[in-house]
């Protein structure tokens, strides 16, 4: 599988970026004829799009119009790769989680990702920060 | 995102519905700023198909408000993969978390009473 | 809005097609904020992008592996324009309704989006076909 | 694509579940070569959320196949988008389609007696 989606960031399509995670994910399971522990997998990659993506709209460089996010899929034997990239100023992949006692509102974001998947790694690239995810169908949940 | 108020056992309970995200969160906090609830309150998940981080921060920014004035917050009837975010992040054990919207809210009432 | 998905043309892929169509119109008519037959609308895009992609599969030339199938939205005012390439070899745009009397199987893709689409082209790109459909959110049901 | 069997009046009811399109309607096909059905079927399309081209044709086949050996298909219980489809393709005229789907089968019992 060699998907790609290009959509503007802006909030308003975190619903498409969602949808069509989960739904690459399903079509990867198929292909695999996996049936257990497929809900589980789908879901590890609509929550971490759906994390990536809010990210890159919501900490995009409002001077930098027109911008967009891109986001592929590809597989290797019976893992499943996403990469979300943008146009954005680089940033601190920090994955430590907050401290829940103090109530935070915010910063769970990339720790949960690194939960959700086998392998997480950030590039600088092109000008952008691309965040490349990797979870196997065949391991069992983390 | 559609959000539903109602009583039970002299409790408010809020029940949005569909995907709570960073797309649609500041439609839950737009209203629980605008409608006038109970101090402790029920937040009735039954309908969330989705939890994302911007979700679970707003309503775990709902209870620090209500707790700072000696309400809570409790949570009622989440799905599965709303509880994994809950349970990924810890943030579950800031809360109390019933499969039953009876027993959330009669929870809640006795909490309000001993105030 | 300017969405691009590109997918490997191969049918288990249409059900990603139809649901970014269906998305797509349905983020559309939000910022339209449009109520009314926002069901057929989005079910007019569902319908073409998965007749003109399942075409696209169908008919693409076995000897050229690797093949894509690119979907392209984007709006202007209260039009919404899909368009899908391919690169297959090129057809004959034929929009008749089959003899419905001889219960035909089939032939009747083009047709419908005739029906369901405001305005269809088809041209020939780059090696390819290109198919485009719009259809304005405002107008109310042939 | 899940497709069940059952009978009603003593006719053979075929439910096909999910979308009926270009990726799934080889699954109908196999189901319907490999099953034994009364001469008239009901196709149940409570089930059928999607339908395009490819989904209609199968139906179409399947009637004329059914027709040519005196039997016939009998349509029940599809939802707007499917059935508009079958009207804008003037398929609709072909099939006596029913929303109820006891209805449908008692039409076919009635059909597949006068034979
Ligand atoms: N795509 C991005 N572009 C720029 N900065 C980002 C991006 N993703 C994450 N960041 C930075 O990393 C921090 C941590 O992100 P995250 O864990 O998702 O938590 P949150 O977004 O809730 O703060 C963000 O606050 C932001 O400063
Ligand atoms: N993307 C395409 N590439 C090549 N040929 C095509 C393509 N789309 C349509 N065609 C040709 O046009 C004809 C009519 O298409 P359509 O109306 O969808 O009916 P059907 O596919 O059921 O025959 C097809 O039979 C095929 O020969």
């Not at chain 1, 949808?19 to 004829?33: G, P, S, Y």
């Not at chain 2, 056992?9 to 605008?34: H, Y």
């Not at chain 2, 707003?58 to 349970?87: H, P, Q, T, W, Y």
Request: glycine share 6%; charged share 20%; net charge negative.
């Amino acid at each position: 599988m060699n998907t790609t989606i290009i959509l503007p960031a802006e909030m308003r399509y975190l619903r498409l970026a969602t949808i069509t995670a989960w739904t690459a994910a399903e079509i990867f399971t198929d292909t695999l004829e996996i049936k257990e522990g497929v809900h589980d997998f789908c879901h590890a990659f609509e929550l971490s799009v759906c994390e990536t993506f809010s990210n890159s709209v919501r900490y995009a460089d409002p001077a930098n119009e027109e911008k967009n996010v891109t986001i592929c899929f590809s597989s290797c034997n019976d893992s499943l790769t996403v990469s979300v990239s943008d146009t954005n100023p680089p940033f601190d992949p920090v994955t430590s989680l907050p401290d829940i006692n103090s109530y935070p509102e915010k910063g769970f974001g990339l720790f949960m990702i690194h939960q959700l998947m086998d392998e997480v790694t950030y590039t600088r690239e092109k000008g952008g920060n691309l965040i490349t995810m990797t979870k196997s169908a065949g391991k069992h949940e983390k | 995102m559609i959000i539903s108020e109602k009583i039970i056992s002299n409790i408010s309970v809020l029940t949005p519905e569909g995907s709570l995200d960073a797309a649609t969160v500041p439609q839950l906090k737009n209203f629980t700023a605008k409608s006038e609830v109970t101090p402790t309150l029920v937040l009735n998940l039954s309908g969330v198909d989705f939890l994302d981080s911007s979700g679970l921060g707003a309503i775990v920014g709902m209870a620090r408000n209500k707790r700072e004035s000696g309400g809570d917050v409790v949570l009622a009837c989440m799905n599965d993969k709303v509880r994994k975010v809950f349970e990924i992040t810890q943030v579950a054990r800031l809360f109390h978390i019933f499969d039953d919207l009876e027993a959330a809210a009669g929870y809640a009432e006795k909490q309000q009473k001993s105030l």
